[in-house]
C-alpha cells in the first residue's frame, strides 16, 4: 500500500507549514480589528448617550455566522461521507482545506472589498464572507471527491478562493450585482469551477476502482446528517450577509418555504424516476437542497413566499431529472466525473437561482420595497438605475461568473495535473487508506459471551456449506 | 421483493405533486408577509426617531426558531433511526412529512388564528407554530413508525394538522389556556392521535416482523444523536412563543433544570427496572426527555427553579415505569402497537405537564408575577377572570385537546386503512427495502491489504469449523 | 458476564436518587430567579421609559449558551464514542454525570461566587457557568474512560465541581484573574485533576483490555461528530461570558482564527510524525482543537488576529507532538494511563492559554484599549493595580489552579478506589456490556432477498477454505 508518489510525509506537511505561515505574516503585516471588534474604536463614544451594545454587529449576525458554520463543516463534510470507504477523508479534506481557506479567503477578499488606511479590518461580516468562499471551494472539492490528494486541495483552494473573490469583486463590488446568498459566486462559480478541473483531470481507468464508488447503509445515515443540517440552516445562509431587519427576516422566510417545496418535489420526482418506484438516497442527500441554492439571489427580494415555493419545486425537479438523466451523459460524453454530481445540486439551480434574480428584479416594481428599497437595490434607490437596468446587471454577472469559473477551473485542472502533488491511482480512488491509517471495521470480539455467539454463527455459517455445495 | 400494492411509482409522486400545487396555488392567493418580513411596512416610518432594526422580531426569536427545527429535523428524524433497518425510512419520511406538514399548517394556522385582511401573515413566529404543529405530526409518526406507506403518513400529516390547528385554536384563540411548550397543544394532542391511529390500524400479525424491530449498536448511537439534540434545544422548544424579556428566558431555564433532574431520575430507574441491573438504551433514548415534555404548559410560569425540578423528576420516573410496565399492557390488552413507546415520552408527560400547569396556575399568586402578569396571564392582568378561574381553563383543555385527539385518531386511522395508500405487509414492516433502494452493509474489500486480510479471516473462520463439528 | 461488585441495580438509582432529592432541597431553600429571569422584578419599571426587553440578558448570551450546550453534550459525548465499543457509555455517562454537574455546579457556584440576601441567583449567566464547571468534570472524564463505573464518576463529579468552584473563586472572584474561555479554571483544571486521578486509579493489567481501547471505522466517524461540533462552537465557548459588545465580538473572532491556524498545524504533524507518512485520526480528533484551548485566557484580550494566529499554530504542533511522544511516556514512567490523551488536548494548550494570557497582559499597553479597558481588566481601569501587576495575578493564577488541581485528584482519586463504587476489572475495561444491555451488530436478515445473498456470501466464503487449506 505504500507508494511513494502518494506518500504525504514531507508533501503535506511542507505545504500546510508554508501557506500557515505566510498567512500569519500577511495577517501580521496587513489585517487589523474592525470598528466592532476593536475595544478602543467601539467605546470611544461610551460615554455618549446613544451607545448601546446591542448594536454591535454581533447581535445582528453571529447566530446566523454559526449555522453557517455549521453548513461549511458538518453539512459539507458529512454530506460527502456517503461513499463507503471514504468518510474520513470526506469529513477529515474538508476540514483541513476549509480551515486554510477561511483564511486565505479574509486576506483576498479584504484586499478586493477595499483596504481601510491600507488594512484589512475583519470582524463577524468578514468571517461569513470568508466561510461562504470556503463553501464554494467545498462544492469543487465534491466534484473532484475521492480522485484527489490534500496537497491537491490545498493548491486548488489557494488559486479558487483567489479567483472566487475576483469575481465576487467584479459583481457585489463593481457591478452592484445582488447575490446575498451566493447563487452566482458561491454556488454556481463553485460548481463550474470544479466542474472543469475533474473534466482536465479526467481518469479513464477510473471504473478500476469503480465499486468504490458507492456508498453503504451507515454511511448514508453518516450523509444524511450533512444533508439535513445544510437544509434546516439555508435560512441562515441566504439571511447572513443581507441588511438588519425586514430583509434578513424575509430572505429567511423565502428560503424555509422553497425548501419545503423543493424536498416535496424530490420525493416525488425520486419515486417517478428511479428504479422500481423506490426512492433513492442520492436523490434525497442532494436534491432536496436546491431550493436553497435556488433562492440564494432572490431570496432577499420581495419574491413573495408562493414565488420562493415555485422556485423551490422547480428547482428539486430540475436536480433529480439531472441526476437521473444528465449525470451519466455528462460522464460519457463530456468525460465529466463528477463523484457528488454537484452540477444537479449547486450547477444548475445555482443558475436558476440567478434567473429568479433577474426576473424578479425586472417584474417586481419598487412601490412594493417602499422605503425598504435602499436595503435591496441602494442603486436603485439613489436614482443610479432602474429596476430594469439592475436585471440586465444580474443577468451579466450570470455570464461573467460561468467565464470566470470554467476558464479558472481550466487552467487550475492543469495545474493540479503536475505529479508532484500526489494524486492517487486509478485503482486507489475513493480509498481512505492510501492517505489515512484507518482501523478495522469490526470491534474484536474476545470476552467470554461473545466467543459463543461468534462460535455459534460460525457452526450455522459453515454447517450450510454443505448443503449448499 | 417487487409487490404491486407497495410499490410508490405513481402514489407518492401524484400525492405529493397535487399537494405540493394546492398549497403553492392556496399560498399564492392567501399568504402575505407580516409587518416585520415586508420591506415597505417595516421601513415605513424609517425616518422617524423610534426605527430600530434589532426591534424587528427576527432578533428575538430566528435563534429559538432554529433549535426548534434541529429538534423536528435531527431530533425527530434521528430519535427514530434506532431500528436496525428502518434508518432510511425514519430520517427520510420525517424529512418528507415535516416538510409538506409546516406548509400545510402555516395555512391551517393562519385561517383559524385570525387573517389579517382576508390574508394570512407570516414571518418568524409564524415559522415557528408551523413547526410546532409539525412536531406533533411527528410525535404520531413515532407510534406508527415502521407499518405506514409514505403515502399514509402525508395523508395522516393532512388531516392531523387541520385537527391540530382547531384543538389549538379552541385551546389559545378562545380559551386563552396557556401551553407555551405544548405539553397539551402538541404532546398530548400528537400522542393520543398516534396511539388511535395506530390501534385502528392494529396488525395482529405483526410478530413476522419482529425480529426487524430492534435496534442494533450502531443503530443505539445514531438514535443518540437525535435524543441529545432533543434535550439540549428543549429550552429553546418550550420558550420559543413566549413573551419576549423574562418570560423567554425563565422558560429556557425552568426546562433546562428540569430536564437536568429527568436525566437523573431515568438512568436510576433504567438500573433499578431493567434487566440484571444494566441501563436501557431504550429509557434513556427516551425518558430522559420526559422533562422537556412535562414543562411545556408551566415553564414560562413562576414554577420556581426546584418546582421544575421536581416536575422532571417525576417524568423521567413515570415515563421509564410505562415503557417497562405499561407498554406490553398496552400491546398486548388494548391492541396499542406504538413503536417508538411515545405514550411514555409524549403521552404520560404531556398529561403531567398539563396537570403541572393547572397546579402552578392555582397555587402561585398574581402578586409573584407583578407587572409582568401580562405576559403569562393577559386576560387575569385585565380583570377578566382571576386564576382559579384560568387553572379551571387549563384543565379544561385538557380533556378537550385528549377528546379532539382521539376521536381525530379514530377518524383518520379508518382513513388510512384504505388499502389503496400502499401499507407495508405484515412480514415488510421495519424494513426499508420496500420503499428505498438499499445499498449493502460491508464496504467492498478487493484492494490487496485487505483481500489479505479476508483471506486470513476465513481461514480462521473456517479452520475452527471441523474443530466444532 | 453478570458480576456482582459491577452490578449497579442498587447502587446507580439510590446515588442518583438521594443526589437528585438533595439537589431538590437545597435549590428549594436557596435558589432563586434573578432580576433577568423574575416577572416582578424584570418589569417593575415596565411604565418607565428605558424598558426594552431586548436588554435582557437572555438575548446577549442564550445563542452562545445554546452553542456551549451542544459542546458539553454532543461534542464531549461523541468525542469519545471513538472506542469501539465504549459508545453507549460515553455518550451515555457524558449525558449523566453532566446532567448532575451542571445542577451541583449552580450551587457550587453560587454559593461562592456571591449570594444574594441569602439565595443563589440564577439566569443564562449562571447556566453558561454551570455548563463550563461540567465541562471541566468531563476533561476529567476523558482521562479515566473505560476505566470506571457510572458511580465513581457522579462521586468525582461531586467533588469535583466543588473544588472547581473553589478555584475558579479564588481566580475570578478573590484575585481577579481574567480567564473567560477558561485556559486555566476549565481545561488545566479539568486534565491534571483527571491525569491524577488517572494515575491514583493505575491499572498495572489494564493490557488485559487492551484490544478494546482502539477504534473501529465507524466508530471514528460518530467521533468526527464531536470533534467537529467542539471546533465550530469554541469561539462561542470563549466568548459566552465576556463582557457585551466588543469583547465578546473579539473573543469569538480570536478564536475562530486560533483554531484555523490550529487545524493546518496539525495536519502538517500528523503526516510528519504518524506511520507512513499517513494522517493519524487521534490527532485530527483532538489536536485540532487545541487551539480553542490555547485562546481561553486571552481570546478576550486586543491579541490580534494575527497572535491568535500564532497561539493556535503552536497548540497544534505541541498538541500532536504530545500524543504521539509524550503520552507513551507518561503511561509507561509515570504511569498515567490517559485513555483519550486530555493532557495533550486540554493540559499542555491549557497551560499554553495561561502563558499567552500573562504574555498578552504584560505586553500590549493599556492605550490599545482606549475606554473599553474596564471591560477586560476592570481592577486596571480603577487604577488598582497595573497591567505588569495584573500580569503576575494572571501566573500566579495558573500555579494555583496546578495544586489545586493535582491534590484534589489525589485525594479523590483515593476515594473513588474504594470497592463499593463497581469498578470494572482489568479484563472489563473499555466494554459497554457491563453496564449496558447491548444489541447485536448486525441486523437480522431474513426476508427473500437477503436471505439469498447471504447463502451466496456463505458459499464463497467456505468454498474458498478447501484451497486455503
Redesign the interface.
Known amino acids: 500500500?505504500?507508494d511513494s508518489s502518494t506518500?504525504?510525509?514531507?508533501k503535506?506537511?511542507i505545504t500546510?507549514?508554508i501557506?500557515?505561515i505566510i498567512?500569519?505574516?500577511l495577517?501580521?503585516t496587513l489585517?487589523?480589528?474592525d470598528y466592532?471588534?476593536?475595544?478602543?474604536?467601539?467605546?470611544?463614544d461610551?460615554?455618549g448617550s446613544q451607545h448601546d451594545?446591542?448594536?454591535?454587529?454581533?447581535?445582528?449576525r453571529?447566530?446566523s455566522f454559526?449555522?453557517v458554520?455549521?453548513m461549511i463543516?458538518?453539512g459539507f463534510?458529512?454530506l460527502m461521507?456517503f461513499l463507503?470507504?471514504y468518510?474520513?477523508s470526506s469529513?477529515?479534506f474538508n476540514?483541513?482545506i476549509a480551515?486554510?481557506a477561511?483564511?486565505w479567503a479574509t486576506l483576498m477578499q479584504g484586499f478586493l472589498h477595499g483596504l481601510h488606511h491600507g488594512k484589512v479590518e475583519?470582524?463577524?461580516l468578514s468571517?461569513i464572507n470568508a466561510d461562504f468562499c470556503t463553501g464554494s471551494v467545498l462544492i469543487s472539492f465534491g466534484a473532484v471527491l475521492g480522485k484527489t490528494s490534500?496537497v491537491q486541495l490545498l493548491v486548488m483552494a489557494m488559486f479558487e478562493v483567489t479567483l472566487f473573490a475576483v469575481n465576487e469583486h467584479i459583481l457585489v463590488g463593481i457591478l452592484g450585482t445582488r447575490d446575498a446568498g451566493g447563487s452566482m459566486t458561491i454556488h454556481t462559480f463553485g460548481a463550474y469551477f470544479g466542474l472543469m478541473v475533474t473534466r482536465i483531470l479526467y481518469r479513464p481507468n477510473l471504473h478500476k476502482s469503480k465499486?468504490?464508488n458507492?456508498?453503504?447503509?451507515?454511511s448514508?445515515?453518516?450523509a444524511?446528517?450533512g444533508t439535513?443540517?445544510l437544509?434546516?440552516?439555508w435560512?441562515?445562509f441566504n439571511s447572513a450577509i443581507t441588511?438588519?431587519?425586514?430583509?434578513?427576516?424575509?430572505t429567511?422566510?423565502n428560503t424555509?418555504?422553497s425548501?419545503?417545496?423543493c424536498?416535496?418535489?424530490t420525493?416525488?420526482?425520486s419515486?417517478?424516476t428511479?428504479?422500481?418506484?423506490?426512492?433513492?438516497?442520492v436523490h434525497?442527500q442532494n436534491a432536496?437542497l436546491a431550493g436553497g441554492v435556488a433562492a440564494g439571489t432572490a431570496g432577499e427580494m420581495?419574491l413573495?413566499?408562493?414565488g420562493s415555493?415555485?422556485v423551490g419545486?422547480l428547482a428539486g425537479i430540475i436536480s433529480v431529472l439531472g441526476f437521473k438523466y444528465l449525470s451519466p451523459i455528462l460522464e460519457e460524453k463530456l468525460k465529466i466525473q463528477d463523484t457528488c454530481g454537484v452540477h444537479n445540486l449547486h450547477g444548475m439551480p445555482g443558475i436558476l437561482g440567478a434567473i429568479v434574480g433577474v426576473v424578479t428584479t425586472a417584474v417586481v416594481s419598487r412601490?412594493?420595497?417602499?422605503?425598504?428599497?435602499i436595503?435591496?437595490y441602494p442603486e436603485v434607490e439613489r436614482e443610479e438605475r432602474d429596476l430594469h437596468f439592475q436585471a440586465g446587471i444580474q443577468a451579466a454577472s450570470l455570464a461573467i461568473t460561468l467565464g470566470i469559473a470554467l476558464l479558472g477551473g481550466l487552467i487550475v485542472g492543469f495545474i493540479l495535473k503536475l505529479p508532484v502533488f500526489g494524486a492517487p491511482r486509478d485503482?486507489?480512488c475513493f480509498?481512505d487508506?492510501?492517505?489515512?491509517?484507518?482501523?478495522?471495521?469490526?470491534?474484536?470480539h474476545?470476552?467470554?459471551?461473545t466467543v459463543v455467539k461468534t462460535?455459534e454463527s460460525?457452526?450455522l455459517?459453515?454447517?450450510?456449506?454443505p448443503r449448499?455445495?
Chains 1, 2, 3 share one sequence.
Open positions: 500500500m505504500t506518500n504525504m510525509r514531507l503535506l506537511p500546510c507549514l501557506l500557515e498567512l500569519i505574516i495577517f501580521g489585517v487589523e480589528y466592532d471588534t476593536d475595544a478602543a474604536r467601539f467605546n470611544s461610551r460615554n451594545p446591542m448594536q454591535n454587529e454581533f447581535y445582528y453571529y447566530p454559526q449555522d458554520h455549521v463543516f458538518i463534510g458529512f461521507t463507503q470507504r468518510g474520513f469529513v477529515g476540514f483541513l480551515a486554510f477561511l483564511q475583519i470582524g463577524v468571517m490534500p465499486h468504490k458507492s456508498s453503504v447503509y451507515h448514508d445515515l453518516f444524511m446528517i439535513i443540517y437544509w434546516m440552516f435560512p441562515s441588511e438588519h431587519g425586514d430583509a434578513q427576516h424575509r429567511a422566510l424555509y418555504y425548501l419545503a417545496a424536498t416535496v418535489s420525493y416525488a420526482l419515486a417517478l428511479a428504479h422500481d418506484g423506490k426512492l433513492d438516497m434525497i432536496a420581495m413573495t413566499p408562493y415555493m415555485i419545486f412601490n412594493v420595497y417602499g422605503e425598504g428599497l436595503n435591496v485503482t486507489e480509498e487508506s492510501i492517505y489515512w491509517e484507518v482501523p478495522g471495521e469490526e470491534p474484536s474476545d470476552n467470554q459471551l462460535e460460525e457452526k455459517s459453515c454447517s450450510t456449506h449448499e455445495d
